[in-house]
């Protein structure tokens, strides 16, 4: 019986293949808008997992994102110094300013200040130079995307290519002399602007002159301390939010969720998928089994039933569904290695994998069961009928 049903199936290749093309879209769109989805709420919190070595990031407690800059008084580096439980705790600045690069042209940059003595806070990844070099006068460290990019140097000739930065280069940040030493590879972040790093003092210099200008205080517990104990005695002895890793990047995620329109719109064009797979698998599948009736009412004279019947949709079903998921999830793959270094935000996880496979599925069984109705009305009197 599977082996019939396989030959009526591939017998009409029209809608055999209208069926496989029905489960591909929305695979392929199922898989691609919720890959992108994640990748850009992985690119929030980009800045999180760079900075990997403390335990607890210490800030403003009206804080709502990694991005939502509230100053502090430096005095408040020494408060939470004395809480009980802490290992060492460093300054950290971060702030968007204006680069003026050699051409004229102006660019945002997110300026990253990590402290002068440990130096905590500087880029995993190192591409070309050393971290130490932070330390040489007016040295930075450059993103190295945005070297050969945003802050590239004009084209030798006119209509040329940009020229990457390269060490001993120099930009101005907020009018002040700024020598390349290093490029580092970063995570990309959500607004995706060049990110440049520097010591917390020589931040403070190059940052507009305010009162409070202390970004975050990032804090190690001591050895066989439990961070979120620490977090707690920070929170309650100096009134600043302290939170682990996780829970910041979790706090970041859940402000983009709940103050942004971006999960509706990729919500709305998974849906969409869903919905358009199932109207055209469902449909072109109904008028295949209609189409076939007199078949299965001679099965079904010959003394097959109705089990039998159901099955042979079902294996139908199933193996539409399982080439037209596995082209759409290849589409899906290729369309992220070649997405892969630019700009555009791609992550695609076995998570995502399930899911659209969950989704296939019900587009295959709601299809197998529109068809199935059908069979299980059957008459076989039907095949004598003109």
Do not use: H
Not at 212 to 238: H, M, W
């Amino acid at each position: 019986m599977i082996i019939l049903a396989l030959k009526m199936l591939f017998g009409d290749r029209g809608k055999f293949v209208a069926m496989v093309a029905g489960v591909f879209f929305s695979a392929m769109v199922i898989t691609q808008q919720s890959s992108i989805f994640i990748g850009l709420m992985t690119r929030t919190f980009g800045f999180i997992t760079d900075t990997n070595l403390p335990d607890l990031w210490v800030m403003d407690a009206r804080v709502q994102y990694v991005d939502d800059i509230k100053p502090m008084q430096d005095t408040q580096l020494l408060r939470v110094r004395g809480v009980e439980g802490v290992g060492w705790a460093v300054p950290l600045y971060k702030g968007l300013l204006k680069a003026r690069l050699s051409d004229g042209r102006f660019q945002n940059c997110n300026v990253i200040g990590i402290d002068d003595a440990t130096l905590i806070g500087a880029p995993v990844r190192m591409v070309k130079g050393r971290i130490e070099d932070l330390r040489k006068s007016d040295a930075v460290i450059v993103d190295a995307v945005a070297a050969r990019t945003r802050l590239a140097l004009p084209p030798a000739v006119p209509g040329g290519a940009r020229i990457p930065l390269k060490l001993g280069d120099a930009i101005e940040l907020n009018d002040r002399r700024a020598v390349v030493v290093g490029f580092a590879e970063t995570t990309r972040t959500f607004q995706s602007q060049p990110v440049v790093y520097t010591t917390y003092s020589r931040a403070l210099r190059y940052a507009p002159s305010e009162r409070r200008l202390l970004s975050f205080i990032l804090v190690k517990a001591k050895p066989g301390v439990d961070p979120k104990v620490v977090a707690q005695n920070i929170s309650e002895t100096t009134g600043l939010g302290a939170f682990t890793s996780d829970e910041f990047k979790d706090i970041t995620v859940s402000f983009f969720m709940t103050s942004t329109g971006i999960p509706i719109n990729f919500g709305l064009a998974v849906v969409l998928a869903f919905i358009v797979g199932t109207a055209i698998v469902g449909q072109t599948f109904y008028t295949f089994t209609n189409e076939n009736l007199k078949y299965f009412g001679t099965l079904r004279a010959m003394g097959a039933s109705p089990f039998s019947l159901v099955l042979m949709i079902l294996v139908q079903a199933a193996v539409v569904g399982g080439i037209g998921y596995g082209l759409g999830v290849g589409a899906a793959s290729l369309f992220q290695y070649i997405a892969t270094g630019s700009e555009l935000a791609f992550r695609l996880v076995w998570q995502i994998l399930a899911i659209s496979g969950a989704a296939v599925f019900l587009v295959c069984a709601i299809s197998a069961l529109l068809s199935a109705r059908k069979l299980l009305k059957l008459e076989p009197a039907i095949v004598f009928k003109g």
